[in-house]
């Protein structure tokens, strides 16, 4: 288990952005690909998308490519979530975590989680 803190949510308009962190110290987190993961009001959580243990590979959710963008940090133990050109539907609680398989949109297949950070884009 990787105890995980995301940060950087807020209220956006529409077309703005946000840049969302993931902090995990003390951990081995360069050993960890790192997803994003979302909940909208009345869905199921849902991939964002994820980052390979060296920073060297992500993959991303339809919905977000192009405009969002995961980089990490592994001196800083720090994930991130860059968020362009934001849209309604794109407010959600935001879900950094953690998993020993890079590559995989299944959030089984994640191990550790963090408590989630809140995005609101205003119309």
């Known amino acids: 288990q990787v105890q995980l803190t995301e940060s950087g949510g807020g209220l956006v308009q529409a077309g703005g952005s946000l840049k969302l962190s993931c902090a995990a110290p003390?951990?081995?987190?360069?050993?960890?690909?790192m997803g994003w993961f979302r909940q909208g009001p009345g869905k199921e959580r849902e991939f964002v998308g994820v980052i390979s243990w060296s920073g060297d590979s992500t993959s991303y959710a339809d919905s977000v490519l192009g405009r969002f963008t995961i980089s990490r940090d592994n001196a800083k133990s720090t994930v991130y979530l860059q968020m362009n050109s934001l849209k309604p539907e794109d407010t959600a609680l935001y879900y950094c975590?953690?998993?020993?398989?890079?590559?995989?949109?299944?959030?089984?297949?994640?191990?550790?989680w963090g408590q989630g950070t809140q995005v609101t884009v205003s119309s």
């Open positions: 003390g951990h081995s987190f360069n050993s960890y690909a």
């Open positions: 975590a953690a998993s020993g398989i890079m590559g995989s949109s299944s959030q089984n297949q994640y191990h550790s």
